[in-house]
DNA sequence: CGCAATCAAGTTGTGCACAACTAAATGGCG
DNA sequence: CGCCATTTAGTTGTGCACAACTTGATTGCG
């Protein structure tokens, strides 16, 4: 997995001339950077866009899917379904109950556990979402395939992004 | 483009079972979702831990990139090739000039319009930036190919995405 | 010319992400 | 039992993204 041959047909080794192919890496990264960013954050604006009309942010919608399908769930979980802390979470979650869409209580068996539900109407919301993945799916122009592959792609992505973020990151390979 | 067939061998046209399949989208919706929300995330983060030594956050990074590749740089053109508006890239500009790495100046031609331009010391940090894509790259455990097939994935997403959200995401195909 | 429309940057307000911290409950161990 | 490390939420502070708005300069048209 490490030593892999790279655009010059460099490799991880110390190479000879490295500051014109650290140039050539600068802008390339500056590439691969804005590509990511640029669709994450397109990404975002469609799902404002379609999520509006349920008056759900992009968080918001993530978390009331994971409640959707699964139910009463506590804090702790839902940060582990979405890998979002409590800094994160603590607040939204405040704002979805102000708007009356979640209810929160704090666990009788272990009272520093906070478990939270969607109320009587954020379970109707439900209905209203159903019809908002079609929607994405055709904003994103990609066949289903694409749509898998571009999925499995991120995954590794993840995985191998968190790990080095833990481990640390490498300064020569 | 439109009008393509998806999982149940289902096209865009009016389906018969609906609710059904909603139910599946809403299910593969929070799988991509994830997916890419995570991604994005995950990618921040290593560039967090990378860039902490240089003192640059990911988005201040973006734009001394643009600067150290065009030089002197008119907000206006900065958030062009950013995506970025004013009201972010206000305040961004505020902190890498209190950091002494921009010179930010209006210009005398056309007073609407500020140039932007690498100090001495934002010059010299790109010495020490140079190192970091090769890092990320590292981190990605993705070869140079799929580096670039995720790209291009990725540009074709966003094109798709902003070219929806101008347009406005229609409900139905 | 004079004035309205346009344009650039900045400001304000809301919400998310995350680090660092606090507070309270729990569980294990001597 | 009593104490301490761990766990869970929540709070605080910083920075980014974006919508809506303000301010001041410029441009174009009658």
Redesign the pocket.
């Known amino acids: 997995m490490a030593r892999q041959s790279y655009p010059g047909g460099m490799t991880t080794e110390v190479p000879q001339d490295a500051a014109a192919q650290d140039a050539e890496w600068l802008r390339l990264d500056r590439q691969i950077c804005f590509s990511l ?1 640029a669709a994450s ?2 990404f ?2 469609v799902y ?2 379609v999520l509006e009309e349920l008056g ?5 919608y ?2 009331m899917l994971v409640l959707w399908e699964h139910g009463e769930t ?6 582990e379904h ?15 109950e102000a708007a009356g869409l979640v209810h ?1 209580e ?11 539900r969607p109320t009587e109407q954020g379970g109707a919301l439900r209905a209203r979402a159903l019809r908002v993945p079609r929607r994405i799916a055709a904003a994103t122009g990609l066949t289903p395939e694409e749509i898998r592959d571009l999925r499995t792609l991120l995954d590794r992505l993840t995985t191998a992004l968190d790990t080095a ?1 833990r481990e640390g990151v490498p300064d020569r390979g």
């Open positions: 960013h954050r397109a975002n604006g404002r866009a759900l942010t992009y968080p918001q993530l978390v506590p804090v702790k979980k839902l940060g979405l890998r979002l802390d409590s800094g994160t979470l603590s607040p939204l979650l405040k704002r979805l929160r704090r666990s009788t068996r272990d009272e520093r556990s906070v478990v939270v973020a």
